[in-house]
């Protein structure tokens, strides 16, 4: 979840995803067209007799909805602001909290499998969103009769906060419910598998809300069509890293001596040659045993054909090279290759190149754990399970 940073507050990174920009002046330009009814859900609600009216006079529905949307993502960041703070209590790092589209979303540097910890973390975002309704009910009881407008946002807050805290409840993971849910079920079995319980709920409430959002607001399907990507993405990256435990990158990589490697000084043409002969798409540039760079059929085919025989691998060549040591996690190489947006990592010791883990060997090692168990000399862990 990408987005500008925009400051930060208690030592967590604020930011913004572009998406939100888009979503906010909509959604307050949703509260000012129905103001009207809006007003009657907080007078029903609370007993009270905000005139909507006068709420509707002149350009005060879209103050009042500007307002009151910025006001629910600021309800939003308090929440996310639950889970950091409780998650930081326990020695969990935070990367940021990123307010986009659909809410918002705190970035932990390492999801808590303890399942003690996620229940408390999950629970804190809907307990601080009732207390942020709690607040702006207080609020909205302590102001006069003639602040209508300002009674309106308050109002409007206080249901709305309760509202969301009760629909992220729902055992949809990844929403807080899910993970609620998920901690539930890693008291008595191993975190992937619970995960893959979790994950198959929230798919078949992400189906639901999608039906029911073709009757009822098309934004229901959208949150399902995330919901369902998330849950699908989570539960794999758990189902990835409980089979590469313990797994190191030497197990699942090239090693040198089988390591296809170019000459910084073979021509372009040379080189997709060798690549159409050897099926391969990427290579190690190397020179006296050191790595200098990497070079890939992406950067070769930028190249006219007429000027492949003049062009070095030296001048296609990508010389800022994300690397991994031998003796890393499998799992940290395939997050290294998601975060840096490729398919290969070269493997360095001591400032040699001593192999190569590509995506498909991971993919590969992978599917050989899931069905014949990890490498001989792998010693595994046995699950911290607590059933009490």
């Known amino acids: 979840m990408r987005g500008f940073r925009v ?39 609370f007993g009270t007799a905000v005139d909507p009216t006068q709420l509707s006079e002149g350009a005060l529905p879209l103050a009042l909805g500007l307002a009151s949307a910025l006001g629910l993502f600021g309800g939003v960041l308090l929440h ?15 990367e940021s909290i990123t307010l986009w589209l659909l809410g918002g979303v705190a970035s932990f540097e390492e999801f808590p499998e303890n399942w003690r910890h996620e229940l408390v973390i999950a629970a804190a975002g809907p307990v601080v969103s009732v207390l942020v309704g ?63 319980q979790a ?53 699942v990589m090239t090693p040198e001596e089988r390591l296809l490697t170019v000459d910084r000084d073979a021509s372009v043409a040379a080189l997709l040659g060798r690549m159409f002969e050897e099926r391969h798409t990427g290579y190690p540039v190397v020179r006296n045993g050191a790595l200098v760079g990497m070079v890939t059929l992406d950067d070769a085919s930028d190249i006219d054909e007429v000027e492949q025989d003049a062009y070095r691998v030296e001048d296609v060549m990508a010389t800022d090279v994300p690397t991994i040591g031998p003796g890393a996690d499998a799992m940290e190489a395939f997050e290294r290759m998601q975060g840096n947006s490729v398919g290969r990592l070269p493997v ?37 399970i607590d059933i009490r």
Do not use: C
Request: charged share 15%; proline share 5%.
């Open 7 to 45: 400051g930060s507050a208690l030592g967590i990174p604020v930011r913004l995803n572009w998406s939100f920009l888009l979503v906010l002046p909509v959604f307050a330009a949703f509260i000012a067209w129905d103001i009207a009814a809006l007003t009657g859900v907080v007078n029903g609600v």
């Open 199 to 251: 994950a198959a709920v929230g798919k078949v409430f992400a189906f639901g809300l999608a039906l029911l959002g073709l009757f009822a607001n098309l934004f229901l399907i959208l949150l399902a069509f995330f919901i369902y990507i998330a849950a699908s993405n989570e539960a794999q990256q758990t189902s990835l890293k409980a089979a590469f435990e313990g797994v190191t990158v030497r197990d």
């Open 348 to 384: 360095v010791d001591d400032d040699e190149l001593v192999g190569i883990i590509s995506r498909t060997d991971l993919m590969r090692a992978f599917d050989i754990v899931q069905q014949s168990g990890p490498p001989q000399g792998v010693r595994r862990t046995e699950p911290d």
């Open 134 to 196: 709690v607040g702006s009910y207080a609020v909205f009881l302590g102001l006069p009769a003639g602040l209508d407008p300002a009674r309106f946002v308050l109002g409007y807050l206080a249901v709305l906060n309760v509202v969301l805290a009760v629909f992220n409840l729902l055992p949809a993971f990844p929403m807080d419910g899910g993970r609620i849910l998920r901690a539930l079920l890693a008291r008595s079995q191993p975190h992937a598998q619970a995960t893959q």
């Open 80 to 94: 996310e602001f639950g889970h950091s703070l409780v998650a930081r209590r326990y020695g969990y790092d935070i």
